[in-house]
């Protein structure tokens, strides 16, 4: 649940985005789903979004930027009923956070009312067992580590048993409260990656990849994408990282998927279906790339990141961590370039957790997609995707920038370091940049238009409507102008977002609740100024 601040954050791939309100929503979402079986646990609290310095970085901040950004997502995980929060390794203004009797107590346990338990991150997530329960810690993990001295610190009245008490009360309340959850007979070794779960695991790729380009080739007169068959008879899948099960991270978000559809996989499987001819180049050698390309009517170029490039940090051995640059490697770069050169009907296919800077290539290929970490069908969907079997409908959860010089700072070594109340798409806006792709970004393979904003009583209603020759996911997003934090400035701000499908010719009326201090609101389907409709409340 932790703000997306940067992009070159190891573990942007576990969170929802930049954006405030996008984290509050899904992760309430996740926690009402989950809690159908298990208990919740929302984790970091707070200010976590560096990972190689995790265990020793001051994150300063002042009290309106951490009120106003970097807590209400949690709160809004706590409102939907989560069993437990997972303090943050760092310190936040110099104190712990699994110390922090201020974020602990009197902003978790007091303002907010939460009823369920604290727990440390693991190991290293409390350093003094009677600061940890004197700032409101209930849980040590994994084990007593430095909890064992409870027993002498209550004896010597350094900690009070009343705090133990009340430590003791939250867990077992909330242990009997899940006692009852679930339906125990459903869950079985043999449901572990059945059918009904690939199925699920197979839409939810579909619908985040984000297809960021999709011109026509020179000499061509319809976009690259979705694949056409009467034209395309050959197709280059190119790139070592196509043929990798690149699931992500292998640190506390590892997940071990019994099999994986790697992006050769499922082109592989599609092309043949359809009677296309598959030229493959499964190395990043640049002459085998330049001659499968040559060689076919269509050439897809998959390059990215894997664990080894970002994620919890494992140290030297292990890999992850923060991102060194938000760049390719050179050697993808090239890769790109080189097949590009040699047919100009070159779409890439991106993996990753955030963020990249493309200007060095994008302007020559004519297609590009985000395929994210996709997941155990992820093949499948990038192949659904291309071919036209799916159309895209993924967005943008973060800005990306032209370079990193649009970015506020990131050392991922930082032992102290401010966060200021700017950063993603309000940054880009209070600063005039103009990004590379703003948040919310993401085009279809169809057409929506939107209607004329209006005020109708306590909403904002709008008509979307889809003006093109196929049915598609579209997601509206509305926006308030407001002032957050120590920045006086009312920048437009996401407020909501609805994903509505149409068929051709089909409409429908979004509407968005207004709250009584907004002003001026825009609705749009991304965060860039230039295309948001406005709508102004009044007085």
């Known amino acids: 649940m932790n703000l997306l601040r940067h992009p070159a954050w190891g573990r942007a791939q576990e969170t929802y985005g930049e954006d405030s309100h996008l984290l509050g929503e899904m992760g ?35 009290d309106a930027d951490l009120r106003d950004l970097y807590l209400p997502h949690f709160k809004r995980c706590v409102d939907a009923g989560a069993a437990s929060v997972m303090s943050a390794y760092n310190k936040v203004n110099d ?45 040590e993990m994994p084990a007593r580590l430095r909890f064992r001295r409870l ?24 242990q009997l409260r899940f006692a009852g959850r679930g339906t125990p007979a459903r869950y079985r070794v043999a449901a572990v990656a059945c059918a009904a779960h690939q199925a699920l ?18 000499g061509d007169c319809a976009p690259l994408l979705p694949v056409d068959v009467e034209r395309v008879h050959r197709i280059a899948v190119i790139g070592r990282l196509a043929t990798r099960r690149n699931t992500g991270d292998r640190g506390s978000s590892r997940v071990r998927a019994p099999a994986v559809v790697t992006i050769l996989d499922g082109v592989r499987a599609a092309a043949a279906g359809r009677g296309i001819g598959l030229v493959e180049s499964a190395t990043d050698d640049l002459g085998l790339a330049a001659s499968a390309a040559r060689a076919a009517d269509l050439a897809l170029v998959v390059c990215g990141c894997t664990f080894r490039d ?43 957790g955030s963020a990249f800077v493309t200007e060095s290539w994008r302007a020559q290929v004519a297609g590009m997609l985000m395929a994210w970490y996709p997941g155990m069908r992820g093949g499948d969907a990038v192949a659904r995707i291309v071919f036209g079997n799916v159309n895209p409908s993924g967005k943008l959860p973060c800005t990306w920038p032209r370079s990193e010089a ?12 401010r966060y200021g109340p700017l950063h993603g798409y309000r940054l880009m806006q209070a600063e005039r940049r103009d990004p590379a792709f703003w948040f919310g970004f993401g085009l279809s393979y169809t057409t929506f238009a939107l209607g004329t904003p209006a005020v ?21 997003q509305f926006y308030a102008d407001l002032a957050l934090g120590s920045d006086p400035r009312p920048l437009h701000t996401l407020r909501g977002f609805r994903r509505v499908s149409l068929a051709p010719g089909q409409s429908h009326v979004v509407r968005f609740t207004l709250a009584p201090a907004w002003r001026v609101v825009h609705v749009g389907t991304s965060a860039n100024p230039r295309t948001l409709r406005t709508v102004e409340i009044g007085p």
């Not at 695991?201 to 080739?217: F, H, P």
Request: charged share 25%; proline share 3%.
């Open 151 to 174: 027993p002498a610190l209550v004896r010597r009245g350094v900690v009070s048993m009343a705090r133990v008490d009340d430590a003791v009360r939250r867990l077992v309340r909330t």
């Open 456 to 476: 109708d009583g306590d909403a904002v209603v709008v008509e979307v409507r889809n003006v093109g020759s196929q049915p598609g996911d579209e997601v509206v």
């Open 310 to 352: 970002e994620g919890e940090y494992l140290g030297v051995l292990g890999g992850g961590g923060d991102r060194r640059t938000l760049r390719l490697s050179a050697a993808h770069e090239r890769l790109i370039e080189t097949v590009a050169a040699a047919n100009p009907r070159t779409a890439v296919v991106l993996m990753g």
């Open 28 to 62: 309430a979402a996740l926690v009402r789903g989950a809690q159908r079986h298990v208990m919740a646990c929302v984790k970091h609290f707070a200010c976590y979004s560096i990972e190689n310095s995790r265990f020793k970085v001051d994150v300063q901040i002042n």
């Open 95 to 139: 104190t712990w956070c699994g110390h922090h009797r201020s974020l602990l107590t009197d902003v978790l346990k007091g303002a907010w009312g939460f009823d369920g338990f604290v727990m440390s991150d693991f190991i290293l997530g409390i350093r003094s067992a009677a600061d940890a329960l004197g700032g409101g810690q209930d849980l």
């Open 201 to 218: 695991a197979l839409e939810a790729a579909e619908k985040s990849i984000v297809l960021l380009k999709n011109d026509a080739a020179a």
């Open 406 to 417: 649009q970015l506020p700072p990131f050392d991922r070594h930082a032992r102290r370091v």
